[in-house]
Each structure stands twice: as structure tokens, then as C-alpha cells.
């Protein structure tokens, strides 16, 4: 892998500078494709009918290990890359503000090292490199499972950019997006408001009735909102449409659509207090991501050998410079230990659609350190660095732990073998988050 980091450096940095919103990935993804099909990988492409989404396959039999690259990014996060001022850079709106252009190109880093050293040792088993697009915004890899994309898979890796090394042993919020509409009737506000029906007082009433039920909720639920559609901006007329997104978070599945049924009959009943009608439509959502200790344990093994990340003193020197641009309290501003891997428990306080690969396979999720500690998440900071050395520094660690573990697997059956025994005594029936009753994500129902 060494000899194409140069490479792989153009890569990410063209991923970079593209900065493609989710589902709309199109110069990213034909750049990954292109890049497989030139290092042997068979390609397909339009997976789940998402044009952004494809694989690439190498080899043929079992064991199949999977490898999972995202390279989406986030509106309105423009920034000059490895600059410690919010600066907006030329020609672009988005930003890697998740570091996935970097995800995307380890992975890839990964996946064509493994392919060389299982045509080297002529291996048997399959590898499966999966560019998956629309983490942040269109649930892609729901989509993809719904297409059974990763139905032949015996073991997934994938990993993340973060500000830690380690093997992710946690859990994550099952997670479910739903709008609800509300029509009324408009009246002037001042000559006949009796003729009229508010659609936006229909939404405050939900939004502070919601806020009474967090004193009933399990601590560890979350409830989110966002005022779409105010009904326009004039005060002297009654509002006749007003809109709210709501986001609810639970451990499982099961809980958040408990919630989201209460959330609901809240809706319902401001509806009836106001005298307006509402529609509700099922927007996004993620499943709670299931842990799989066996292939953790694999790729700490692999983590620990290669040790933590190394920076140059010019990366300290940008990195402690970041670091004053945010409150953070630390002694390491780049962290080069190891975390200590403490098994399976407990749940991240974030969602993402690697839970619902999770519930179809035995999932290992890795994190090295791209940015300098406390760097928040989402933020100009974090665009600056996924754009600068400091980023691709973790990211060839992440590449390496993920290419041995993948060997590791592809050499002891045994171990994937294990891995799917404990998938299948851990993991709970899969329930699609992105509508029920045969609904599809954006279509609605009246309450």
C-alpha cells in the first residue's frame, strides 16, 4: 500500500474538493468506480436503483468480506482545507465536515491491498468493496439492505475518521425522521379571523406537547424538531400550511417507534384543538448498530500491531493551532494511543446506517485519529482537516488495520465462522426504519 500513497492522496483530495451531497455523488463515485475496474475489481453499478451506489468484486467462494466506503459531504460546510480560519474556499458550498472523503479512499485503500496479497497467495474467498453513498442525508445502506445488497456477506469492516484510535465495542441510537403537514384555512388576521384555521399554532401545540413528554421518555431517548414551513411572513394573515420535521433517537428500534406513535397522537390532538387537518410522511431513519466482539477483537489484534498514528511536528503544530479555534480541554492535542478495547456495552449517543448493515451481518467498525482532539464533529474545523495531511495520516492506518483484518478473516474461516454464530444469538428481527404499513419513505397518511 505504501507505494500508492501518492495515490490515494489524489484520491481523497479530489473526493474532497467535490464535495458531493448525498445521493447526488456522481464525480465521486465514477472516480472509485473507475479506480476498481483498472485494479481488476468487477463493477456494478445503480445498486439499489441509487445511481451513486455500486460495488466492486474481486475473487470468487466463501468466505465474502465486505468493505464499506461512504464520500458524501455536507451542505454549507465550505472551507479552505488545512487552515485554522473559518475561510471559505472558492468555487464550492459543502464540506467534508465527516471526513468521508477520506472513509471512501481508505476503504478503497484497503479493499486493493487485500485484492494484491489474496491474488499473491491465491487465497480463496470473495472481496466485496461497497461505495455506499447518502450517510449523512438519504440512508443509503438502508436502501441498499432493502435490495438485499448485503444479504452474501459473512463479515463487513468499516471505519470512520475520528479524534481517538480504537474499535468501536458500543451500540448506537436507532434513529427515525418524519414530517408532519398541517392544513388550515387562511382568513385575515384582523377583519375575519374566525374564518380562519392556523396551521402553525397546530404546530407550536405539537412542539410543546412533545415538550412535556421528555419528562416521560426512557433518559436515554431523544427527541428533535425543526420548523419547516412557517406558513409565509406575513403576520396579518392565518396561516394556512405549516410544516415540523421531527427526529427521535432510542436504543432500539422497537422504542423510537413507540415514541414516534406518541409523537403522533400529539399531532393528531393538535390538530383537533385547532381545527386543521395533518398528514404525516416517514422521511429517514437508522437502525441501532449491533457490535460483533469476535471480529472487534480481530481487528484490535490488528490495531495494537500497527501501532497509533505518527504526526509530523508540522501537524502538531496545525493541529494545536485548530485546537484553540474551539473549546476543548486535553493533554494530547493528536492522540496517538490506542483506546483499550473493552467489548461489547453500552450505546454512542449518534446514529448511522452502519446499524442496518449491522442487523444483516457481523459488522467490525474502526476509528483513527484524523483531527485534533475535541474537534466537533460537523464543523469548519473538521472540513479544514479532513483536507490536510492530519486526515490522511489516519486514514492509511485505517486502510492498513482493515486490509490485515480482512486477511485475517480470509485465512481462518473458523473466525468468520464465529462471527456469524455470535451475529446470529445477538441480533433482534430487522425492522426497516423507513415507513411500515407497505409505506414508502416520503409518502404520506393522515392522522
Known sequence: MSRHQEK????????????????????????????????????????AGIPTAFCGRYGEGKPVVAIL???????????????????KRQNGKNGHGCGHNLLGTGSLAAAIALKDYMKEKQMQGTLVYYGCPGEEKGCGKVHMVQAGCFQESDAVL??????????????????????????????????SPHLGRNALHAVELLNVGCNFMREHMIPEARIHYAITDAGGSAPNIVQETAAVLYEVRAPEMKTAME????????????????????????????????PNDVLNRVGYKNLLCLGGPVFTKEEEKFAEAIRKTYAHEGKETLRKDIEVYQGIGGCMPVSTDVGDVSRIAPVMQLYTVCCAQGTPGHS???????????????????????????????????LVKEAKEEHSRMTRPYICPLGENGEKAGEGRHL
Open 8 to 47: 490515494y492522496r489524489e484520491i481523497s483530495r479530489k473526493i474532497w474538493e467535490f464535495a458531493e451531497l448525498g445521493m447526488m455523488e456522481y464525480q465521486s463515485a465514477e472516480l472509485l468506480e473507475r479506480i476498481l475496474e483498472e485494479e481488476g475489481f468487477a463493477v456494478e453499478t445503480n445498486l
Open 69 to 87: 466506503g461512504e464520500f458524501d459531504a455536507l451542505e454549507g460546510l465550505s472551507q479552505t482545507a488545512g487552515t485554522v480560519k473559518k475561510e
Open 158 to 191: 468499516t471505519w470512520h475518521p475520528s479524534d481517538h484510535n480504537g474499535i468501536e465495542g458500543k451500540s448506537s441510537l436507532a434513529d427515525l425522521n418524519f414530517l408532519f403537514q398541517f392544513q388550515g384555512k387562511a382568513a385575515h388576521a384582523a377583519s
Open 259 to 290: 415514541l414516534r406513535e406518541r409523537i403522533c397522537r400529539a399531532a393528531k390532538g393538535a390538530a383537533l384543538m385547532t381545527d386543521t387537518e395533518v398528514q404525516v410522511s416517514w422521511e429517514e431513519g437508522y437502525s441501532e448498530y449491533l
Open 380 to 414: 469548519w474545523q473538521m472540513v479544514s482537516q479532513s483536507g490536510s495531511s492530519i486526515g490522511k495520516t489516519g486514514m492509511f492506518l485505517a486502510a492498513g488495520v482493515l486490509a490485515m483484518t480482512g486477511a485475517d478473516l480470509l485465512e481462518n474461516p473458523e
